[in-house]
């Protein structure tokens, strides 16, 4: 089992729609929760950062994260056909998790005018 | 430049071949990080330098892999007697300090095709 678990989709929504992305995590290490988008033949670019458990808003976007449950989610409302892109959870925490990143495997996300 | 750079773009060897791969961090950073991502896959971690060392290499796959980053700026990624296997985009990135609580800064990739 992977450390950290993602739905690769593909998802496929029309534009407007309220889109939901979530990865779940076995290390209870983990403390640093991020999201990155990444566009074809590009590398990943950050959207999110979340510190430990709560909620952080940004324009459209709102990540989740849920410590208690070992799941975190990205909500992305009014949905546009440039969100099209392949989003990566990805998280850090301390010790042996320390510095380096620990990805999902993504979910690739489809908006249709 | 404003952000991290790696070449080259693209990469064509044959089996059995030696490759380098570069990447040349934001300027500053102190944090350099090379991750290798399959085909549907998220990047794996390889190995990340704290300034000239390799602070955490634990993610490199065989004794075929090494990095090396002399200057505390510039890292090589070397891989020797290339397999099939190899075929991925290594991306590099950076970061102020430790990643976590910085932000890591990634380059668009090396995409490496062993034949």
Known sequence: QKEVEQDPGPLSVPEGAIVSLNCTYSNSAFQYFMWYRQYSRKGPELLMYTYSSGNKEDGRFTAQVDKSSKYISLFIRDSQPSDSATYLCAMSGRGSTLGRLYFGRGTQLTVWP | ?115
Do not use: M
């Open chain 2, 1 to 115: 430049g404003a952000g991290v750079s790696q070449t080259p773009s693209n990469k064509v060897t044959e089996k059995g071949k030696y490759v380098e791969l570069r990447c040349d961090p934001i300027s500053g950073h102190t944090a350099l990080y090379w991750y290798r991502q399959s085909l549907g896959q998220g990047p794996e971690f390889l190995i990340y330098f704290q300034g000239t060392g390799a602070a955490d290499d634990s993610g490199l796959p065989n004794d075929r892999f090494f990095a090396v980053r002399p200057e505390g700026s510039v890292s090589t990624l070397k891989i020797q007697r290339t397999e099939r296997g190899d075929s991925a985009v290594y991306l590099c990135a950076s970061s102020l300090g430790l990643a976590g609580a910085n932000e890591q800064f990634f380059g668009p990739g090396t995409r490496l095709t062993v034949l």
